[in-house]
Nanobody, 114 residues
């Protein structure tokens, strides 16, 4: 499974961005997909997950501001990010969970200026 993220960039606080992650390859094997992020000098943490059936889960820090969605026909997962804060600045990674491997994208930088 190959994952390609897009949509990152520089935005002012309070603004919005939408990240996309397009999957290719053995997409039939993908179960859940997720977004993680890694701020500078910090560990990588889960932001949001979505199962094949559409069930979602969010980190407390993004609940009510971020929305994860999935287009199974396009093999693409999205992360709509609203009301962005400087603390959302990070490299955002897409991941696809299969058995037995998890696949990761190359990451896309999101920078939120105050």
């Amino acid at each position: 499974v190959d994952l390609v993220e897009s949509g990152g960039g520089l935005v002012q606080a309070g603004g919005s961005l939408r990240l996309s992650c397009a999957a290719s390859g053995s997409v039939f094997s993908i179960n859940a997909m997720a977004w993680y992020r890694q701020p500078p000098g910090k560990q990588r943490d889960m932001v949001a997950t979505i199962t094949k059936g559409g069930n979602t889960n969010y980190a407390d820090s993004v609940k009510g501001r971020f929305t994860i969605s999935r287009d199974n026909a396009k093999n693409t997962v999205y992360l709509q990010m609203n009301s962005l804060k400087p603390e959302d600045t990070a490299v955002y990674y897409c991941t696809a969970e299969t058995v037995p491997y998890d696949y990761w994208g190359q990451g896309t930088q999101v920078t939120v200026s105050s």
